[in-house]
């Protein structure tokens, strides 16, 4: 069984929002709600200033507290890693988007059920990568199987420092981060 | 630093405001039913009462906990935005989830009270009852009163902590993040539970017991959030910034530092009230001016368990790690 | 079957790589559809969300295109769209759109409308633009346009016997810089895109552009890369942009002075003797005379002019210069800043011909080497035009594109002959050229305005008929030449059926032809696949598969044209007169211009107010896409761009609304204010396209501020007639 994450390479995003709308159209969103956004951390003075593009979505954590405190079993693991939700099961309760520390949750405000980002779990049975890692401008999104030592996400991994979002937090995030800022001179 | 955010649900950015009124509401009955249950257990079963031993103290206590808690309930339930799939609760247990439990729970405490509330009536209201089977079980379980109020003693107490469990759980809102939180809840929904019997019960002597014991309980809840504030100050930089919007008078954070204030004086305002209830002479009935101040305490106590529970759900939301943080 | 090697590779790593991750190879969009089943339809088209044409692969389910993605085989695309092509399926289907024929009824300029058939529409169209041609001459119809429709209406024009055609695209944009470098090098450093081998460059050197903001897709694409190899960023710009952000480099250069920056550079690059002089002396033309006429600007001058640190200007270049010639000083793009432009871009083209960039890998590519057979499916060739055009104003190097501010002073007076009546096609005007007073002024003296466009923009809602064009994701277009490091062919075709009454800019302007008595101009056949049997016969013509490029791969590669750097067997070609790279221009002499550029300052706002510069958005494309549903609720409203110190010096809090006004006492919308330290303290930002005064846009109208609005001044290039714009002061008023 894989065991999906993804790496993103923080140097590369150049902050587009590609990835932001492909989501939304491959998923239907609903208007104004996300399930994966995009900062921008300006610091310093000028001229002399630093900044971090940071994409942010469900880090689909191994020890995910929506998971814990979802009183239904809506929010599930599933067999590769993954976070789901069983529309069917959720009751609206908000629970999960309460608990999550990422705040990565919304409610579909038709239909009264938490979302959130699935990997593009109907993509990944097709065998399509995320829709915003496939239209990824910048190629700051890579996606794949940990359990694969010869994937992209593997061999990054291995070779390069990275960092989880809110480590502190001690939710096992699948979420990687590298090259925090770009190189320079 | 400048930071900007493309992409953001609105319910969590730039402020978390998933709960609302509702759910504080839920928490202050919830609580406050667990301190009816327990409180009004209490009264019947403590040694040396004086008054008819069949009464737990008046009847209506033990029948308004019930009601509160599904009045509670009732808005819990409008908090959910799929308000028809509500049974789901009750198609699977989860043993890791706090409010699975809360749902269970549930099921065991209402049989619980309404048996209590029904074994504690007395004669001339039962005579009343048009419902034969309300009756028939109403006699049936009066001679079980006592085990049935030893039983609400202890639920009581868990349905109060456990409204403070809940919370106490989200690792995501460090404010909430505090098993000492129960603990307050539980101080908060027992001192209430006394006010409103100050406030319901005729007898003398039940208004002055429950005027001491909720002396000791207003302590013991200012001490808890006391304790809350000291212990998240010193812990991570997280806790320590989820308790500064009550530190903080600016415009954003006025609500919360409105609260403390509020607290800060309605409840040590009330422990002294009471205490120049206790110590004061009494003739055989409380005098007017006496019943004025007890009442007056107890009304203090309720608005402070209200502003608690408002505050908290409201704070705690504000809370987080990371850029929540700023 | 024509895949480029390029394509090839990438198919290859894809289906080689993760077995179960790796995409589900797109061989064929008809091959995908049948695999998934059902109703799914795969539809390779390109995007018209923006002018950079990438292939786009629309996916329809049951009728409705539910989703769009990058062509694979694209190479502007390279299998993704931006932001703005994601969001093309919000443009189809947005309840806005202009939905059928309507003609004014009332005054121009109080939007009343009723609705027309086509017929009646272009009936009356037809009879007016007649009588215009019969009582002043056809000249005195003009058409000014944007994207493609333009080419139907050009057709309708020419044939009439008018020439008077322009583009915002030149002097509002991109134009001065191509007359600069056909002037140096004979050609644009780009068509279908800036040939800039960023993917391989080790320092790209940005003037002004914003990558990142400006989201032309493989462009960014190759500039991450080279962000991510390390690749050294030299950015020069007022404001730190998101280009910015990736580089080693930010020098945040003092307005106007960019040209100051190049020429001291161009003078150390000599001075230093870091120029490749083997290159030099092989392809170029003038070297001394540009030595002697740089001498003057030191790098001591430019600190003092630019207000950079002398160490960062010498550094910076000789940076530069140590990994040349794989190296590139980027051509830029919306180039109409201060007035003096042709003589910056040809300052950067010069730079550039001395670091030798021209045809080296990391530099700039060779144009690729492909011949496309002329195609004009038999029609007659145009009569001659009835009188000059004033399209070229008084500029004797403006280009083939037209001066669009020349066609608007002359429909104002009359000079040398009347203007009566404008084809618009696809350009919100209002929104495009500086000094709305004046736009307003001449489409008020005409005595005929039509308008073809998707949405009832502020200029639409001034036309005396409207047309409504379909989107893209409805109607076929040319087949497009695309140049890129090879040639290739891409295809622009339906994915659904027009929406409401819309129609095709190809079958409105052959109609329009038939309807003007000039059948022979019209495209040959009738319905509505007379375009698509035209493309055959054009496909045809080219030597290309028509069955492949509608139904495949949507594009396809001209064999053997990717001959990207210079080798023995594969010298440059310059199309100047001498041949070779022109570092001294006699061209520009012969008319009395600078043959090297020299430095000319720029006005200076007064105190207390602000230049106002502008840029962009990645999720916007100018004002065309703020209406967008998806967009918009990205980027709803602009913001103004203050630095921080100056917010405070004032009084200004961050989020705080205000109102811009400018010298000319012209006041903005509301605008948000963002205190930043990401900006020089003399100038002012906001992204262009905002703050519509469009009531039927409901989404954009009135959201955020209008930057044209302030940039009621302009200065002209003498060279070209690009219009500088960034030539606005602005103060800010604090009651909003």
């Given at each position: 069984m894989p065991r999906y994450a993804m790496v993103i390479d923080q140097s590369r995003?150049?902050?587009?929002m590609a990835c932001v709308v492909a989501c939304k159209r491959e998923n239907d969103v609903?208007?104004?709600?996300?399930?994966t956004r995009v900062l921008e951390i300006v610091q310093g003075t000028y001229p002399t200033l630093t900044t971090e593009m940071r994409s942010e979505l469900c880090?689909?954590?191994?020890?995910a507290p929506c998971v814990s405190i979802c009183p239904t079993g809506a929010s599930h693991h599933e067999e590769d890693g993954t976070v789901q939700i069983d529309r069917k099961k959720?009751?609206?309760?908000?629970a999960c988007i309460t608990s999550c520390?990422?705040?990565?949750r919304y409610i579909n405000?038709?239909?009264?059920y938490a979302d959130k980002c699935s990997f593009c779990q109907h993509r990944l049975r097709e065998g399509k990568k995320p829709a915003c890692v496939a239209t990824c401008v910048g190629g700051s999104r890579i996606f794949g199987?940990?359990?694969?030592?010869?994937?992209e996400v593997s061999k990054i991994l291995r070779r390069v420092g990275h960092r989880v979002l809110?480590?502190?937090?001690?939710?096992?995030?699948?979420i990687y981060y590298i090259n925090q800022y770009p190189k320079r001179a | 630093m400048e930071l900007s955010i493309t992409g953001t649900n609105a319910i969590t950015y730039?402020?978390?405001?998933?709960?609302d009124w509702r759910v504080a509401i839920y928490l202050f009955l919830g609580g406050l039913s667990g301190g009816l249950m327990t409180m009004s257990a209490i009264n019947y079963l403590?040694?040396?009462?004086?008054?008819?031993?069949?009464?737990?103290?008046?009847?209506q206590i033990p029948v308004m906990a019930p009601i509160l808690l599904s009045i509670g309930l009732f808005f819990l339930w409008l908090d959910?935005?799929?308000?028809?799939?509500?049974y789901l609760f009750y198609m699977t247990f989860k043993p890791l989830s706090p409010m699975s439990w809360g749902a269970w729970i549930v099921l065991v405490i209402y049989p619980l009270m309404i048996l209590y509330a029904l074994a504690a009536l007395p004669d001339e209201v039962k005579a009343r009852i048009k419902n034969g089977f309300v009756k028939n079980v109403a006699d049936a379980v009066a001679p079980h009163l006592s085990k049935l109020a030893k039983l609400n003693v202890v639920f009581g107490v868990l349905l109060s902590i456990y409204t403070g469990i809940l919370l106490s759980?989200?690792?995501?809102r460090p404010l909430w993040n505090s098993a000492i939180l129960p603990l307050l809840f539980l101080a908060s929904g027992m001192s209430t539970g006394a006010a409103v019997m100050i406030i319901i019960a005729k007898n003398k002597e039940v208004k002055l017991f429950f005027t001491k014991l909720d002396i000791w309980l207003i302590f013991f809840e200012l001490l808890v959030l006391a304790l809350m504030f000291y212990g998240h100050y010193t812990a991570d930089a997280a806790h320590r910034a989820a308790i500064m919007p009550f530190f903080n008078s600016s415009h954003d954070t006025f609500p919360y530092f409105l609260s403390i204030i509020t607290i800060g004086i309605l409840l040590p305002l009330a422990i002294v009230l009471k205490f120049l209830e206790v110590t004061g002479k009494h003739t055989e009935e409380v005098s007017g001016f006496g019943l004025f101040l007890m009442n007056t305490s107890a009304i203090f106590v309720l608005i402070g368990g209200a502003i608690i529970r408002f505050a908290l759900v409201y704070a705690g939301q504000l809370s987080g790690y990371g850029y929540n943080m700023m | 079957m024509a895949f480029s090697r390029r394509n090839f590779l990438k198919y290859a790593a894809m289906s080689a790589g993760g077995a179960v991750l790796?995409?589900?190879?797109?061989?064929?969009a008809e091959a995908r559809a049948k695999a998934e089943g059902g109703n799914v339809k795969y539809v390779p088209t390109s995007c018209?969300?923006?002018?950079?044409k990438c292939g786009a692969v629309a996916k329809v389910v049951d009728g409705k295109v539910v989703k769009l993605e990058g062509n694979p085989f694209h190479p502007q695309s390279r299998g993704k769209l931006c932001a703005r092509g994601q969001a093309g399926i919000g443009q189809l289907y947005d309840?806005?759109?202009?939905k059928h024929p309507m003609i004014l009824d009332?005054?121009?300029?109080?939007?009343k409308y009723r609705k027309a058939s086509w017929d009646e529409a272009l009936t009356l169209v037809a009879e007016k633009m007649k009588a215009i041609a019969e009582k002043h001459?056809?000249?005195a119809i003009a058409m000014m346009s944007h994207g493609s429709p333009g080419d139907y209406f050009t057709n309708v024009l020419k044939a009439m016997g008018s020439r008077n055609i322009a583009f915002p695209s030149f002097a509002q944009c991109k134009g001065i810089r191509d007359v600069a470098w056909e002037l140096t090098?004979?050609?644009?450093?780009?068509?279908?895109?800036?040939?800039?081998d960023m993917e391989n460059s080790r320092v790209i050197v940005l003037l002004g552009t914003h990558l990142g903001e400006n989201m032309h897709n493989s462009q960014n694409q190759e500039f991450a890369e080279a962000v991510s190899r390390g690749a050294k960023i030299i950015c020069v710009d007022p404001r730190y942009s998101t280009a910015a952000s990736k580089?080693?480099?930010?020098?945040?250069?003092?307005?106007?002075?960019d040209t100051a920056l190049l020429l001291a550079w161009i003078n150390i690059v000599i001075s230093e003797e870091l120029y490749d002089k083997e290159y030099v002396e092989k392809y170029t033309v003038g070297f001394d005379e540009v030595k002697e006429a740089v001498a003057e600007y030191t790098p001591e001058w430019a600190a003092q002019e630019t207000e950079l640190p002398m160490r960062q200007i010498v550094e910076a270049v000789r940076e530069l210069c140590r990994y040349a010639p794989n190296v590139v000083v980027h051509p830029g793009r919306?180039?109409?800043?201060?007035?003096?432009?042709t003589q910056r871009a040809r300052a950067v083209a010069i730079l550039n011909a001395l670091l030798g960039t021209w045809g080296r890998k990391g530099g700039m590519w060779l144009p690729p080497k492909a011949k496309f057979a002329s195609f004009?499916?038999?029609?007659?060739a145009y009569p001659e035009a009835s009188k000059p055009p004033v399209?070229?104003?008084?500029?004797?190097?403006?280009?083939?594109?037209?001066?669009t501010q020349a066609l608007r002073d002359t429909t104002i007076n009359g000079k040398p002959y009347p203007i009566k009546a404008w084809l618009v096609a696809g350009t919100n005007l209002m929104k495009s050229l500086p000094d709305q007073r004046l736009t307003r002024e001449a489409i008020d003296s005409l005595d005929f305005f039509v308008a073809i466009d998707l949405f009832p923009t502020e200029t639409v809602m001034l036309a005396d008929v409207i047309l409504p064009e379909c989107t893209y994701l409805e109607r076929h277009d040319g087949l497009f030449k695309i140049k890129t490091r090879e040639a290739g062919v891409a295809i622009r075709q339906p994915a659904v059926e027009p929406m409401y009454e819309t129609k095709p800019a190809w079958w409105i302007g052959s109609e329009l032809c038939k309807k003007l008595g000039l059948k022979e101009y019209?495209?040959?056949?009738?319905?509505?696949?007379a375009w698509e049997d035209r493309m055959r016969r054009q496909a045809e013509a080219w030597g290309v598969d028509f069955e492949q490029l509608s139904k495949h791969t949507g594009y396809v590669t001209i064999p053997d044209?990717?001959?990207?750097y210079i080798t023995e067997d594969n010298q440059p070609v310059f199309g100047t007169f001498s041949e070779?790279?022109?570092?001294?221009?006699e061209e520009l002499e012969g008319e009395g211009f600078d043959p090297v550029p020299q430095y000319e300052p720029v006005e200076q706002p007064p105190k207390n107010m602000f230049r106002l510069i502008y840029g962009r958005s990645p999720v916007h494309t100018f004002s065309r896409t703020i209406n967008t549903q998806w967009l918009w609720e990205l980027h709803k409203e602009n913001e103004v761009w203050l630095n921080k110190k100056e917010a405070e010096r004032l009084g200004i809090k961050n989020g705080q609304y205000v109102v811009l006004e400018n010298q000319d006492g012209i006041r903005c919308n509301r605008i948000k204010v963002?205190?930043?330290?990401?900006?020089?303290?003399d100038c002012v930002y906001m992204v262009h396209?905002?703050?519509?005064?469009?009531?039927?846009?409901s989404r954009a109208n009135k959201s955020g501020a209008d930057d044209q609005q302030l940039i009621s001044k302009y200065i002209e290039?003498?060279?070209?007639?690009?219009?500088?714009?960034?030539v606005n002061f602005v103060k800010i008023i604090k009651e909003a």
């Open positions: 995003c150049i902050g587009c609903p208007p104004e709600n996300y399930r880090n689909h954590c191994d020890n959720c009751v609206g309760c908000k520390p990422y705040n990565v405000e038709e239909h009264g199987d940990l359990d694969d030592p010869e994937s809110k480590k502190e937090v001690g939710t096992g995030p699948n | 730039p402020v978390m405001h998933v709960w403590r040694p040396g009462r004086k008054g008819p031993m069949q009464s737990v103290c008046c009847w959910l935005e799929r308000k028809l799939h509500g759980t989200f690792v995501a | 790796a995409d589900t190879p797109f061989i064929s018209e969300m923006c002018f950079w309840e806005d759109r202009l009332g005054p121009r300029g109080e939007g001459g056809p000249e090098f004979g050609h644009k450093p780009g068509s279908s895109c800036e040939r800039v580089s080693a480099f930010w020098l945040p250069i003092k307005p106007g002075t919306h180039y109409s800043w201060y007035g003096n432009d004009n499916d038999g029609n007659p399209i070229k104003g008084n500029f004797p190097f403006a280009g083939g594109e037209g001066v019209a495209v040959k056949g009738d319905g509505m696949d044209s990717e001959k990207p070779k790279i022109e570092l001294y221009s963002k205190a930043t330290e990401r900006i020089r303290q396209g905002f703050g519509h005064n469009a009531p039927r846009l290039d003498p060279i070209t007639g690009g219009t500088g714009m960034r």
